[in-house]
């Protein structure tokens, strides 16, 4: 590897990993991972980032301005260089309208669709504006959805920040806002529900200055729209702004040089693995075969677009799915497409890391990370196994119960996956005495029989705050200390008393002791009759807390009055183990 490098002017990222001999597919995943950037081989690096990636692999950075320079200036044909349509993320605080919004620039009613009341998603959609698309990209607003919003935000050319009108500034608005702004993406705010009684907006422009948004008219840099999306107030407008921002950033895309990235995968019955992705440069076609992570990880066998149609290929900026990968792909995982094998087995064999994608997916880091758990001493251990539709629901899931703070207990994900609960998987729990936790699936009647079969606690949930409750309301369950029965004694009625409508059982102490208040059952011929607490404890006229073995005393069975002599009351007491 060259130690040193000598900087003149932007160069391309390939460029620079053959100058300083690290592997491209290594650079682009610190730019994501740790710098929030998406970019492709081709894409020039300004001095700043060039500077940022040397110090990460500690290469010495030196600047030069002479004609010696160890990089040369790379000329792009300007023909393989074409416009794009703009990405736009909606993003915003729980129930402030953001997919009530894209219903309404689709004219769509995905929002009566949802579950609880909340995305539990990320959706992306392209739509026609004047002749021209704009890509949109939802992210759920809910707290526990918190890694989806920051995909959300790193692959957005522009962020539509929702705030509603009569609610202001919320824990998610702050949070889409810092996401935004580390990402260095343009903020457009719509502020919402314009149509209700209740509205503040000169308070929701306030609360939006401490966090260094202002409109235009006020001197600031952001454009602001009031729009009422349930009512259709205001969306043509927004929609011009967008296309007006999407202009002024001159967004391009190198058709010869495919990318993209992951926004959802989820198993499928019928077709396999079905996966959204965003592609970002290059056009995707039929055949192109796929690299995640130096690894070829299929090929594309079917491609839709977001009405679900069957189409030959997709450009940049349009969200689809596709068919063909042979493993779950991680949400927000840099994808290449090639047209051919040959190339993708070129670029692979150029790699120096050559990591298997199998082994890096989200279920294999759950086991490793998880791996040693049970050996933690005086901790008691729920060992869980997750099972959902998605990959990035999955992955909130895990990351939300891996938050869940109880002292002297912790949650142990011993396995995680996409897709319907198997046969493995019921072996797995009944092995480690895992509860399995469902989500957004139904299973069959032959695995539910066999579950119940085998004592295996089951839960289905398709709100996943609902389902991060029950995982923190079983582990306390589990915690709590486990109770037994202590039979502490037995009395004979030996006599009955009637006063004022009341059986007063007249009895001798047998053995043990009986206390006042006691739990006691009432036993007939050895069956059971009845279970319940004594109303009083009597020993001639006076009250008494206990009789002991051997002992006389009255006494009443509280609500109850059908007792007969040689009945047998027997006392107990509930315990901690």
Request: contains cysteine; glycine residues 6%.
């Amino acid at each position: 590897m060259n130690n040193i490098f000598i900087f003149s002017h932007d160069i391309s990222l390939g460029d620079l990993a053959e100058e300083i001999d690290i592997s491209s597919s290594e650079i682009v995943k610190f730019l994501f991972l740790k710098k929030n950037k998406s970019i492709t081989v081709n894409q020039l690096l300004s001095e700043e980032i060039i500077k940022d990636i040397c110090d990460n692999f500690n290469v010495v950075f030196k600047k030069q301005n002479n004609e010696n320079c160890t990089n040369k200036k790379v000329v792009y044909n300007n023909s393989l260089f074409r416009d794009r349509p703009p990405v736009i993320t909606i993003m915003g605080h729980v129930d402030h309208g953001k997919t009530t919004l894209i219903d309404a620039i689709r004219n769509s009613n995905e929002a009566s669709k949802e579950i609880g009341g909340i995305s539990q998603i990320v959706r992306a959609y392209q739509k026609d504006v004047n002749g021209r698309k704009i890509t949109f990209i939802d992210t759920p607003g809910h707290e526990a959805f918190s890694n989806m919003r920051k995909y959300g935000a790193q692959i957005a050319d522009i962020i539509v920040l929702v705030v509603a009108a009569d609610d202001g500034v919320k824990p998610q608005t702050v949070e889409a806002i810092k996401y935004a702004k580390k990402v260095e993406a343009t903020i457009l705010v719509a502020i919402n529900k314009i149509d209700k009684p209740s509205i503040n907006i000169e308070k929701v422009n306030n609360e939006l200055s401490q966090y260094g948004l202002a409109p235009e008219k006020y001197g600031g840099e952001n454009i602001f729209c009031e729009i009422s999306a349930k009512k259709n107030i205001g969306i043509d407008n927004l929609l011009n702004h967008l296309l007006l921002l999407g202009d002024l950033l001159e967004l391009k895309t190198d058709i010869n040089n495919g990318s993209g990235v992951v926004l959802e995968a989820k198993l499928s019955k019928n077709v396999g693995i079905v996966t959204n992705i965003l592609i970002q440069n290059g056009i995707l076609e039929n055949g192109c075969f796929i690299v995640i992570d130096n690894c070829i990880c299929g090929h594309i066998k079917k491609i839709f677009d977001d009405n679900n149609k069957v189409i030959s290929s997709a450009g940049a900026s349009m969200p689809v799915k596709i068919i063909g990968l042979k493993n779950i792909a991680e949400a927000g995982q840099i994808f290449l497409f090639f047209k051919n094998k040959l190339a993708a087995e070129q670029y692979v064999a150029k790699s120096a890391k050559k990591d298997s994608f199998k082994n890096n997916n989200a279920v294999n880091r759950f086991q490793q990370n998880n791996k040693d758990d049970n050996s933690i001493d005086n901790i008691f251990i729920l060992n869980l196994i997750l099972k959902a539709d998605a990959i990035s629901l999955l992955e909130a899931i895990k990351d939300n119960i891996c938050r869940i703070k109880i002292e002297g207990a912790k949650v142990n994900v011993i396995y995680a996956n996409v897709g319907d609960i198997t046969d493995n998987d019921i072996d797995l729990a009944n092995l480690s005495k895992a509860d399995i936790f469902v989500f957004n699936i139904k299973s069959n009647s032959a695995i539910k029989n066999r579950l119940k079969s085998l004592r295996i606690n089951t839960h289905y949930h398709n709100i996943i705050y609902s389902l991060i409750e029950d995982v923190e309301e079983t582990l306390k369950k589990k915690l709590a200390p486990k109770k037994i029965e202590v039979i502490t004694g037995h009395l004979e009625i030996k006599k009955i008393f009637t006063f004022e409508k009341k059986n007063i059982a007249g009895c001798i102490a047998k053995d043990g002791f009986i206390k006042s208040k006691s739990k006691v059952r009432l036993i007939r011929n050895g069956e059971i009759i009845h279970d319940g607490v004594l109303a009083s404890l009597r020993h001639k006229k006076d009250d008494i807390s206990i009789v002991k073995s051997g002992s006389e005393c009255g006494t009443i069975i509280k609500n109850y009055n059908d007792i007969k002599e040689n009945d047998i009351i027997e006392g107990y007491e509930i315990q901690e183990e």
